[in-house]
């Protein structure tokens, strides 16, 4: 294109235009460059205002690396400047820290601030580990200022009542109302609501049962209160019992009465078991005894069947003659006679 055309001035003016364009394309890269910056920050200044003007100062740096990071910004800004309002100075990194660990930022902020209002201590690493343990930070503190109550047995569980046995057989079903607060200093690792119910009922039953007196229990129910809570059932758990209140004391059934019928009817049982073995015994003894006398009958008869033989024997011998035979069967027949006489029906065959 320069190789066409040869005028001097024109070629300067060609230049001059080139350098002109250069110079604007930078300038409009920079301005995008620029105007992309300004936007990109613009979503911070918002929150850098805020928490400059609260004396909360969060660097605008750390906010694009929380933006990096992909934390939640506000969420981080908006709980610090709650807690140096409150009076505390929580470092912006801590807040990210718990942010990241999967903490509930403004629950723990919370707590701390409730905390504070009710002059009770409550350290930002504790407070954090209670929330990180998955305790809910804000409801214990909230049952530290405000006592809960707890309903013994749970209104939820399968027994309405705590049912214990008297020593004198009765039974009585017992409702109970435990008021605690929460320990903060034993809430990471202490028990639960239902060991503290447990323990409750535990020591409701315990006590019951040593009374001697279902009416003793009746007209002092506060002696189950008063042994109950000498127990310590509130160690090791993640609460303080203030108080035990026996809310309800219904006689039920008489326990002592039907373990007696109970026993009863199993020893009669027994008793005809034992009476049904004997009676099968003698029936297997009689029956023996017939059997044996059956056998000795055999034996009679067996016996008579050699008489004849021993008669023929004597005869061939000569000692027995025939005048012996004949008295002999007279005999018999007297005693054949006699026998039909006195009616018991026995005769003697004639040999």
């Known amino acids: 294109m320069h190789s066409l055309v040869n005028v001097p001035g024109l070629t300067v003016t ?4 080139t350098q002109e364009i250069a110079l604007y394309a930078v300038l409009a890269v920079v301005g995008f460059i620029f105007l992309f910056l300004v936007v990109f920050l613009l979503q911070f200044f918002s929150l850098y205002i805020q ?5 909360a100062h969060v660097g605008m740096f750390d906010m694009i690396g929380m933006k990096l990071r992909k934390v939640d910004i506000r969420t981080v800004v908006i709980n610090r400047i709650r807690a140096v309002k409150a009076g505390m ?71 309405p009542t ?8 009765i039974q009585l079903k017992v409702k109970a109302r435990v008021t605690v607060r929460t320990n903060i200093a034993r809430l ?19 006590t019951i049962g040593s009374a ?13 209160s008063k042994k109950v809570m000498s127990t310590g059932l509130d160690a090791g758990t993640a609460f303080e019992i203030l108080s035990i209140d026996i809310a309800d004391v219904d006689v039920g059934d008489n326990i002592g009465a039907q373990l007696q019928a109970a026993q009863a009817e199993a020893d009669k049982k027994r008793f005809q078991a034992e009476a049904e073995k004997r009676r099968a015994l003698a029936m297997a003894l009689e029956q023996e005894n017939k059997a044996r ?50 009616g018991d029906g026995s005769s003697r065959p004639n040999t």
């Open 14 to 17: 060609l230049a001059a235009t």
């Open 51 to 55: 928490a400059a003007t609260s004396n």
């Open 89 to 159: 100075d929580v470092p912006t990194n801590l807040i990210e820290t718990h942010y990241l660990a999967g903490g509930r930022v403004s629950n723990v902020i919370s707590a701390m601030i409730a905390a504070r209002a009710a002059r009770i201590e409550l350290p930002w690493n504790i407070a954090t580990a209670i929330d990180l343990a998955g305790r809910d930070i804000l409801e214990a503190v909230h049952t530290s200022v405000n006592p809960k109550v707890i309903d013994c047995p749970a209104s939820n569980g399968p027994r």
């Open 162 to 169: 705590i049912d214990a046995v008297a020593k004198d057989g």
């Open 188 to 206: 990471v690792g202490g028990a639960t609501e239902e060991t503290i119910i447990a323990r409750v009922g535990q020591g409701i039953v315990s």
């Open 212 to 224: 001697h007196d279902h009416k003793a229990v009746l007209e002092n129910p506060d002696d189950i």
């Open 293 to 342: 006398i059956e056998e000795n009958k055999a034996l009679v008869v067996l016996a008579e069947a050699e008489i004849p033989k021993a008669i023929s024997e004597a005869f061939r011998n000569g000692r027995l003659g025939v005048m012996d035979y004949y008295k002999l069967q007279n005999l018999q027949a007297d005693t054949s006679m006699r026998g039909s006489i006195a």
